[in-house]
């Protein structure tokens, strides 16, 4: 890393640092209880994963590098049920109003990998830097219009988006009412395409509407309430014309919001028959680790982070999912900082994905696809689908111990999974307990293959608060 470059990111730090002061203090780090992604049977999901992939980027056919085989591993081997998988507008639409089947029948062929392996999908339609063209990834040359402005690609890469070209295409991207608004019209256009086609499938669980948005010249706190939420209405409005069920995603904006900073996005609605299906699924970043700096346990953006987006959830009401979180497995303290992303997702209820799924790099594999630090601490107890609603869980990996609490629905007659890595975490075995008195009429199914262990209690017609506890046998 430069000194120039060392000397720009200690003036950007203590600029997030600035606009960390608008973030209220002393939120309760839980947000509200009812907060979770559900399934056909009405368990509240629990979602881990992997985004798949940072090479699909620049592929040739915009597809990631994954074979069925790699969707198993990640299913048995270190039990996900849960990919974010990148797809790109530039394959999608080519050409203006022209959609490339063969690019969806193959991320269709994907998708079924994902059901056979029990993995709930959710579709990102990916960006960085607005497009390829520009050292990115995303929209089709026809629909980047930099009126002549330069580009100059840079390093680090993200430092191209303070390039005259790059934001003059977000501007003109973002003039959704202007001269330019046929391309906020063509995304959403393709988005709805992709509804259509995906609409049927059950494990497509979202679409994630844009990785990432970025301001351009629009500026925080105003382009999100301006810009950024009238472009969410109008694609959800294309959507919802084809999809009335689909979850759908919507991240904050990215500059700022993924160290910690407070998004000024506010509620977005969902048009859908029934209640909301909107998700929120910012990523975390903390922008010196994001650079490669040791990882000590001492960082602010674990204060900052879940104290915005608990303020942002409260008024929101709607599930969390981490979309995004990352780190080298080469960096120092890179084991550490997974353990307390997670526990730190854990005690927020959220779900995640880690950036990202590619052998080497920010990967649970090197180049040889042999496992990194990073798995032990990605692959943890954790809820994948409970019958009732959820009030707490987490898994502490240090006492290898897990606690799930939550409220029993005896109208839901599928079973609480949780996912136990007992051939890595539990050598010596595992046992569970329950409190309040639940013991008799608590049955469970234990699947060693999948390493799944189904909980019922199927005797109990009354509604009660119910705590399970997992911890090593003895």
Known sequence: MTDSVKDLLRSFHW??????????????????????????HGRSL???????????????NRLPWIEEKDVA????????????????WDRLEPAPGVYDQQYLAEIAERVRWYAKHNMYVLLDMHQDLYALQFGGDGAPDWATVTDGLPVAVRSPWWLTYLELGVTRAFDNFWDGSGSHSYLQQHYANAWQQVAKYFKDSPNVIGYDLMNEPYGGSSLWPLFEPLKLKPFYDRVISRIRAVDNDTWLFIE???FGVNFGVASTLGVIDDPRQGNSRIVYAPHFYPVLV???????????AFKSWPDARVKELNKMKVPLVVGEFGISPNQEGALRFVNDVTTMADHMGASWAFWSNDPGSWAP????GKETVLVDGLVRV???????????????????????????NPQITAPTEIYIPARRHFPNGWQIEVKQGMSQYMTTDWDAVREVLKVSFESYQLPRQITLKIKTAG
């Open 290 to 300: 994001h650079e490669g700096a040791a990882y000590k346990g001492n960082v602010l």
């Open 365 to 368: 594999t090197d180049g040889e």
């Open 382 to 408: 954790y809820p994948r689908a409970v019958a009732g609603q959820i009030v707490s869980f987490l898994y502490e990996p240090n006492k290898k111990e897990f606690t799930l609490t939550f409220n029993h």
């Open 73 to 88: 591993r990640a299913a048995n081997n270190w039990g996900f049920n849960f990919v974010r998988f990148l797809i790109f």
């Open 46 to 60: 629990v979602l881990h994963g992997l985004n798949t992939s940072s090479s699909a980027k620049s592929a040739p």
């Open 252 to 254: 904050p904006q990215a």
């Open 15 to 40: 600029l997030i640092l600035m606009a960390m002061v608008l973030v209220v203090a002393g939120c309760k780090i839980k947000p509200d209880q009812s907060r979770y992604i559900t399934d056909p």
